[in-house]
C-alpha cells in the first residue's frame, strides 16, 4: 500500500510527489535489496543502497536498516564493502561477475564507493520511531562500518597522509567526471580483452563515457584481478591512484556521525578510532584547496600535483563543514548564476563542461542534498535553501531522472530512478538542518 505521510497535506502537490517516490521505491525494491533503476543498474550498488534507506525509513523503518544489512552481508574479511552486489545473474549489464572474478557465493565487484554509509546509519538512528529496534539494528552494523573505515584508511592511505585515495574513477561515484581525465589517460589500454559494452544500450551514448575511457576503466580492473584482490598491494601497483575532495569529505561526514552513533548506543571505543581518524583527515585537508578556483580539487598521488579540474566533488567538502564556508558558498552561488538549474557537476565555464554527459556537468539531486544539508548545517541556510528549490523545480519539470540537464532541466539517464526518489522524500519530509 502507498500512504500519504500525516505531516503532507493530502490534496498538495506535494503528496502527489511524495506517493510518486514512494511508488518508485517500491518498484525497485526486489527484496532486501533496492537496484538503482531497472534495466541499467539490475544489481545492488553501495552508495545507492544507502541514500536510498533515508528515503525508505519515511514509509518503513525496518526495511530500510534491512537495505544497509543486504549490503554489509557481502562485506570483504578485510573490511571493504564492495560497490556492486551481483545478487542475480542478470546478462544485460556489463561488467559483470565473470569480469570482476572476486569470488563469493554472491558474487561482488571489487571496488568500493564513496562512504555515505556512517552518516545514513546515525540519521536512520537519531530520528528513528522505533527507538529499542535502532539500537538493536545499528550495535550490530556500526562495526561494521568501523571495520570499512579502517580499511580505507590502511589500505588506501598506507603513508598516513590522512587522506584516502581511489584506485578507480567508478569508486569515486562521479564515474566520468573531468577530474579523472589526465590520470586515467595514462593507464594503459593495451591487452584489454574485447568486450560488448551494454550501458549505451539503455542510454543515448553522448549521456556516456567513450570508448577510450572505457577501456581504460577495464583495463585497471583486470590488473587488480590479476593482483588477485589483495587490498594491501593494490594502491602501490595501481597507475591510478586519486585523492578526491569529495570523497574524502562523506568519509569524514560518516566518520563523524559514526562517532556520535557509537558513542549512542555505547560503543565508546568505536567513537575514539572514529574521531582520531576524523582529527587527521581535517588537518591534511588544506592540501587540496585551490585559491584561484575557490574550490577543493583533487590531488594525483602519482605526481603528487593538484587536478586542474572544478568539479562539484571540490565542493563536497561543504557537506563535512570543512575549510571555508563563505567561500564554499560562493562558489557553489556562482555556478548556479551560470546555469537555469543548480548545482552543476561541472563547472560551466570550464570548456570541458558538458551539460548532458554524466557528471561533466548535469545536476544530481544526490549531490544536492549533501551539499544542502551541510550548508544548512553550517549555518548557510539561504545557500541550502537555494539548492533545494533548484531540487525541487527539476523534479517537478521531469520527473525522477538519474539526472538532469542544468540548462534546461531535461531528464538524463535512467528513468524511475531510486535515489532520486529517495531524496524527494528526504526533502519532503526530512529534518532539516
Ligand atoms: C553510476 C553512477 C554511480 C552510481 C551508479 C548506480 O555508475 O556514476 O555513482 O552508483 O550509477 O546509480
Not at 506535494?14 to 533496492?34: H, K, M, P, S, W
Amino acid at each position: 500500500m502507498t500512504g500519504v505521510r500525516p505531516d503532507i497535506n493530502a490534496q498538495s502537490r506535494d503528496a502527489d510527489l511524495y506517493a510518486r517516490a514512494e511508488r518508485i521505491l517500491r518498484d525497485n525494491d526486489r527484496g532486501g535489496y533496492t537496484v538503482p533503476t531497472k534495466g541499467l543498474y539490475p544489481f545492488q550498488w553501495n552508495w545507492d543502497s544507502c541514500l536510498t534507506a533515508l528515503g525508505q525509513r519515511h514509509f518503513d523503518e525496518a526495511r530500510a536498516w534491512t537495505e544497509i544489512e543486504t549490503l554489509l552481508a557481502h562485506q570483504w574479511a578485510d573490511g571493504m564493502v564492495p560497490h556492486i552486489v551481483f545478487h542475480e545473474i542478470d546478462e544485460g549489464y556489463f561488467p559483470g561477475p565473470g569480469v570482476w572474478q572476486c569470488g563469493g557465493a554472491t558474487p561482488t565487484s571489487g571496488i568500493t564507493q564513496p562512504p555515505v554509509m556512517g552518516f545514513v546509519l546515525q540519521r536512520l538512528y537519531a530520528e528513528a520511531r522505533d527507538q529499542a529496534a535502532a539500537r538493536t539494528r545499528a550495535l550490530a552494523l556500526v562495526p561494521k562500518a568501523d571495520a570499512w573505515h579502517h580499511w580505507f584508511y590502511a589500505h588506501r592511505d598506507p603513508r598516513g597522509s590522512g587522506l584516502v585515495a581511489i584506485l578507480h574513477p567508478w569508486e569515486s561515484g562521479r564515474d566520468n567526471s573531468v577530474d579523472w581525465d589526465a590520470a586515467l589517460m595514462r593507464v594503459p589500454a593495451d591487452g584489454v580483452a574485447p568486450y560488448r559494452r551494454r550501458d549505451t544500450e539503455h542510454v543515448d551514448a553522448a549521456e556516456r563515457p567513450t570508448q577510450a575511457e572505457y577501456d581504460r576503466y577495464l583495463w585497471l580492473v583486470q590488473h587488480f584481478r590479476g593482483l588477485g584482490w589483495n587490498s594491501a598491494e593494490l594502491h602501490d601497483a595501481s597507475p591510478f591512484r586519486v585523492v578526491d575532495p569529495g570523497f574524502n569529505a562523506i568519509l569524514v561526514r560518516s566518520d563523524s556521525a559514526l562517532a556520535e552513533l557509537a558513542e549512542a548506543i555505547g560503543l565508546g571505543d568505536i567513537a575514539a578510532r572514529a574521531r582520531a581518524r576524523v582529527s587527521r583527515a581535517r588537518a591534511a585537508f588544506p592540501a587540496l584547496w585551490n585559491e584561484d578556483a575557490g574550490q577543493y580539487v583533487c590531488l594525483d598521488r602519482v605526481t603528487g600535483e593538484q587536478i586542474d579540474s572544478r568539479s562539484i566533488g571540490g565542493l563536497l567538502p561543504a557537506f563535512a563543514g570543512l575549510g571555508d564556508m563563505d567561500r564554499l558558498a560562493d562558489t557553489i552561488a556562482a555556478r548556479r548564476g551560470h546555469v537555469a538549474f543548480g548545482v552543476p557537476s561541472h563547472d560551466p565555464a570550464d570548456v570541458r563542461f558538458e551539460k548532458r554527459r554524466y557528471w561533466r556537468g548535469p545536476v544530481w539531486l544526490i549531490v544536492n542534498q549533501m551539499l544542502a544539508d551541510g550548508l544548512r548545517r553550517h549555518g548557510r541556510v539561504e545557500a541550502a535553501d537555494a539548492i533545494v528549490a533548484d531540487s525541487m523545480a527539476l523534479i517537478r519539470r521531469s520527473g525522477f531522472a538519474e539526472y538532469y540537464d542544468p540548462t534546461d532541466g531535461g531528464a538524463l539517464g535512467g528513468p524511475h530512478f531510486t535515489w532520486t526518489a529517495a531524496m524527494v522524500m528526504e526533502l519532503l519530509v526530512g529534518k532539516r538542518g
